[in-house]
């Protein structure tokens, strides 16, 4: 068994890194998906995180690195809210492939006062409410996985959502001080689909029933015909931008 995530952490420098963001940029299109993830590891020096919620894009992800077994430190945010079918997915797909994704976890004291402030289901109060709560579970613990790292992997696609059709392949994600890198950008939900089923890759089961984008249970449905893809995610707000603050920061694109 093997646990990726070899290479030392190391100051995160990330103006003297632009000078190679075009270059990663330039050489995407033309890339397969194993290839992307080899130059990305090719080119950006130190440590490198990839962070999985474990929805097929990041399978896809997970699948090329490890089949690769690359140097990337593959993590996941586990809120504790998680759906039982994400916990059976997490496990399975460290059986796979043999190696460990670690888990970043809330601090419990912030947890412990979220729940005593808004409820244990508060967030729905109103969109600040839902924001506290991203925050404790969600936006600190991915401050801990990022920690030290000079490279951070995502699985966003442009085409999930209006809020993220102009995402880059590579971008400066300023507030963090880290590379931001999208290999999926350019990838269709079918192309994902037909790459994930070529190669078995394994799959929340509750993509089959509608959950197209899964995040904590109680903030995820299944989407009605004709929504959009992340029309599942905090449901009862109206707001059409549907992010919890892990993708929303503001960041300088490098290159398209």
Known sequence: MFVVGSVPA???????????????????????LEDRLRAIRAH????????TSFGIEDQAIAHALFTQALDIDVVTLDTGRLFPETYQLWSDTEERYGARIRGIVP???EVEALIAAQGINGFRSSVDARHACCNVRKVAPLGRALEGATGWITGMRGDQSA???GIASVAIDRDRNIVKLSPLFDWSRDAVVDYVLANRIPCNPLHDRGFLSIGCAPCTRAIKPGEPERAGRWWWEHDQKKECGLHNRPARVAAA
């Open 10 to 32: 190391m100051q995160s420098n990330v103006p003297t890194l632009e000078a190679l963001i075009p270059a990663i940029a330039s050489e995407f299109p033309h890339l397969s």
């Open 44 to 51: 950006i020096p130190g440590r490198i995180a990839f962070t």
């Open 163 to 165: 809020a993220r059709s």
């Open 107 to 109: 601090a419990t004291s």
